[in-house]
């Protein structure tokens, strides 16, 4: 099993990055928004590509979801809107509905995360979660609390 | 010493949950259902009294709107909590039922305590066809389910670990025979609102 991340520079990405040895999809190698279909031609069956890096999710979602195993990182944002980030909030919204949508019918095993602010600074939680996943892969949502 | 509390222990995943941690926990472990005089409505002040002071109390059975009730009862008695839902709750246009609009406001109600500064840890988990108990004909969905007993008790095994998690979804593959039973209880479905 080869996993693969987008957005691996740093934080969380970086963490889950080490924790799963995997190929990143960064600059300067690759421009995840440019690089599509590179990108997408990389990845066989065997492969979990974790979908960390905000851009461009929703089209690696529906690029990928017949060739590979997913991990979407999502956001609370999706159901709390955050008026100081309204684009990203129904962006997360329309993410988090498709890949709902597609985890329950898909060929391969999907995984979203709904992170909250605490939760996407427990590097490790979120590794477990991962973790979780791939022993447990009827899986499809992990969601986490938002009252700390 | 500390207890778990399920309600539900007789049968299906509650059994399976009910027996794996006797078998394993070092906790003293209250099965509450009809058959020892704990009906979660007839006996429900009996239910609530009992499950007071829980570590743990796993809110498995499913009669109406009793499982809403319970959580509004304990929410502020026990430590944590497991709260059995439905992936269904996702679909009442699909699957228009007391039982959907049931799980519905239960995943509501779960989704308002991980709000609250001062709520207890609660894991809400959307359960899809479990193996045995998806059907009232057996028949039906034996090799249909997607989710086994020991995935559940794996999650809430994960979640006493990660209490920050607050939900847990599990796929729902709609085979021929789901989508079958989907017609079943709603003669008007739209084939076209699915994917198989």
């Known amino acids: ?148 | 010493m500390s207890k778990i509390v399920i309600t539900g222990h007789t049968s299906g995943v509650g059994k399976t949950i009910y027996d794996a941690l006797n078998a394993d926990s070092c906790r003293e472990i209250v099965g509450l259902s009809r058959s020892n005089g704990y009906d979660i409505d007839a006996d429900f002040d009996k239910v609530v009294e009992e499950a007071t002071g829980a570590e743990i109390f796993i809110n498995n059975a499913y009669r109406d709107s009793q499982q809403l009730r319970l959580v509004e009862a304990l929410k502020d008695k026990v430590g944590m909590m497991v709260v059995m839902g439905s992936v269904s709750r996702f679909y009442p246009e699909v699957i228009p039922t007391d039982y959907v609009r049931d799980k519905q406001e239960l995943a509501e109600a779960c989704r308002l305590i991980s709000m609250d500064p001062n709520g207890i840890p609660v894991l809400h988990l959307d359960l899809s066809f479990i193996e045995g108990t998806v059907a009232s004909n057996p028949t039906d969905f034996t090799s249909d389910f997607n989710i086994t007993h020991q995935e559940i008790l794996d999650t809430i095994v994960f979640w006493t670990q990660h209490p920050n998690v607050r939900q847990v979804e599990f796929t729902w593959k709609l085979t021929p025979h789901v989508l079958s039973e989907l017609k079943r209880v709603n003669p008007n479905l739209d084939p076209t609102r699915i994917t198989i």
């Not at chain 1, 040895?21 to 279909?37: G, S």
């Not at chain 1, 990845?43 to 590509?49: F, K, L, R």
């Not at chain 1, 009827?138 to 009252?147: D, E, L, S, W």
Request: with cysteine; hydrophobic share 35%; charged share 25%.
């Open chain 1, 1 to 148: 099993m080869k996993f693969y991340i987008t957005g691996s520079t740093r934080g969380l990405g970086e963490h889950i990055s080490n924790e799963f040895n995997c190929e990143c999809f960064d600059r300067p190698v690759y421009d995840i928004n440019k690089d599509i279909d590179n990108i997408v031609e990389k990845i066989n069956p065997e492969s979990v590509v974790i979908l960390n890096a905000h851009a461009n999710q929703l089209e690696y979602v529906e690029r990928l979801k017949d060739k590979c195993s997913l991990v979407v990182m999502g956001s609370i944002a999706a159901i709390n809107f955050d008026p100081e980030m309204p684009e990203y909030s129904k962006e997360k919204w329309k993410l988090e509905k498709t890949v709902q949508h597609l985890s329950e019918h898909s060929k391969y095993p999907m995984l979203y995360l709904q992170l909250t602010s605490s939760s996407y600074r427990n590097y490790q939680m979120i590794a477990n979660s991962i973790r979780f996943w791939l022993d447990n892969p009827a899986t499809t949502f992990i969601g986490y609390n938002i009252n700390e």
